[in-house]
């Protein structure tokens, strides 16, 4: 990884510096890019929130070969992990690679190694029909996200993703206030319960999985499983469109009492490797999105960069469970932290 990290240090110079820690302190403020928005509060409070866990550590058991695997939204995985939904090369990345490349090393990345890659959207339209591409190209094992769009687009954008035969359609609903597409003049905004339903309704006619990205509330959640998704990821959108707003590890427990088992869980925010994706399934995530990670993978070593970073985060999760005694992804809990 450590080629593949100098790699993308060198293609995205003037977006990201590729840290040694990425705790946004070096690129606050830098949206376009790879940053958090205005002070960068919220980007550290992903950070933080995560860092303050501790694990508790146990090795009277007989867990020697963990079961990382596991179903989401009907979705069979190697282990719990998903590619968060990022696109925008040519202006948050530095355009190192081509939108094309990046969102096949990404999504085919993650299929060859039994995990899935979610696609992104935005403005030029090639963002999205590069991800479409992409999952089209896996053989619709890939999950697109769609943003809140206001008007016709939304309805165009969701028609053509009902296309992919892929199992599970997202709305990164997080991206309501993303600065990079008001600087655009595209309108995005919040959706009612009302507007939810409907969409929900459009997916599910087809026999795919909606996923709400960006529920950092318990009302929020709740009102997720009213509409009928059958998933939320608790997420800020990577502190890139609400200054000082919480971690999601601050929120995630208190939203997975809510409403765990009646809609499935996921979480990202502040993730960089296996240890990190046990921490939110102790705090009660079904699954866990990783974004900047596998940005930086896929610049700096397209789908073989994927691929081993996969392969990392996989065996930094399985010596995690070793060393909590904790058998399969059913089996982590809260048990396992130190509260």
């Known amino acids: 990884m450590k080629e593949v990290r100098d790699k993308a240090r060198q293609l995205m110079k003037g977006y990201c510096r590729v840290c040694p820690v990425c705790n946004g302190k070096a690129c606050s403020g830098e949206v376009p890019g790879m940053g958090g ?21 146990r090795l009277v058991h007989d867990v020697k070969e963990p079961d990382t695997t596991t179903t989401m939204c009907g979705i069979a995985l190697d282990m719990p992990v998903l590619a968060a939904p990022i696109g925008g090369v040519s202006f948050n990345m530095g355009g190192g690679v081509s939108e094309e490349d990046y969102a096949a ?53 969701l028609d053509r993703a009902l296309e992919l035969g892929c199992p599970a359609i997202g709305m990164d609903i997080d991206a309501a206030g993303l600065v990079t597409l ?22 599910k006619a087809r026999g795919m999985a909606f996923i709400l990205k960006g529920i950092m509330t318990t009302i929020d959640a709740s009102l997720a499983v009213e509409v009928g998704a059958d998933g939320i990821v608790v997420s800020n959108h990577g502190g890139r469109v ?12 208190e939203i997975a009492d809510a409403v765990k088992g009646r809609i499935a869980i996921l979480a990202d925010g502040g993730v960089r490797d ?35 970073l996969v392969d990392s985060i996989k065996g930094q999760l ?13 089996s982590i809990g809260r048990h396992a932290l130190r509260l």
């Open 37 to 57: 928005l205005g002070t960068g509060a919220t980007f550290a409070a992903n950070l933080d929130a995560l860092a303050a866990v501790r694990l508790n550590m």
């Open 242 to 253: 609400l200054d000082h707003a919480p971690g999601t590890a601050e929120v995630l427990p």
């Open 318 to 330: 399985v010596q995690a469970m070793v060393l909590t005694g904790s058998a399969n992804v059913a």
């Open 105 to 157: 090393a990404v999504v085919g990345g993650c299929a060859e190694r039994g995990i899935i890659g979610c696609t992104g959207d935005g403005v030029p339209p090639f963002i999205i029909d590069a991800g479409f591409a992409a999952i089209t190209g896996a053989g619709g094992r890939g999950i697109p996200f769609i943003k809140p769009w206001d008007g016709a687009e939304l309805d165009e954008k």
């Open 182 to 203: 008001r600087k655009m003049g595209r309108p995005v905004g919040p959706k009612t319960p009302a507007e939810l339903s409907r969409i929900v309704a459009k997916v």
């Open 274 to 308: 296996g240890v990190d994706v046990f921490k939110m399934l102790a705090l009660g995530a079904d699954a866990v999105m990783l974004g900047r990670p596998f940005s930086i993978a896929a610049v700096g070593g397209l789908k073989d960069g994927v691929t081993m």
